[in-house]
């Protein structure tokens, strides 16, 4: 059950195309918003499309594969962990991230599932 306990599964649409960087061990990060929606009936019978923003983060060969297939648009399928942390921007102030850690995406529309444990 501990598996279970900060597991996050989305699917939606990106917002941007990834953001690349590549630290100084050579390893990539990506970076990039995602779009839910949910369709429903409020209390006057309208329908409504609520649309939620996630920031995604991928690692790696994550990282490497939403370089290459990921752009504004695309469908995509995550499964990862709910992170939270703070920084102190430039002009000193702090400023907190609620982020979704990618370990495994399933680009849709194509049958590639790609994973990294």
Known sequence: MNALQN????IGNLGQDPEIK?????????TFSMATSE????AAGEK????QWHRV????????????????????????????????DKDGIRRYVTEVVVNEMLLLGNNDKHEEK
């Open 7 to 10: 597991k996050v599964q989305l």
């Open 22 to 30: 590549t630290l100084s061990d050579g390893k990539k990060v990506a």
């Open 39 to 42: 369709n429903y009936r409020n």
């Open 48 to 51: 409504v499309q609520e649309t």
């Open 57 to 88: 983060v991928a690692w790696g060969r994550l990282a490497e594969l939403s370089e290459k297939y990921l752009k504004k648009g695309r469908k995509v399928a995550i499964e990862g962990k709910l992170t939270h942390r703070d920084y102190e």
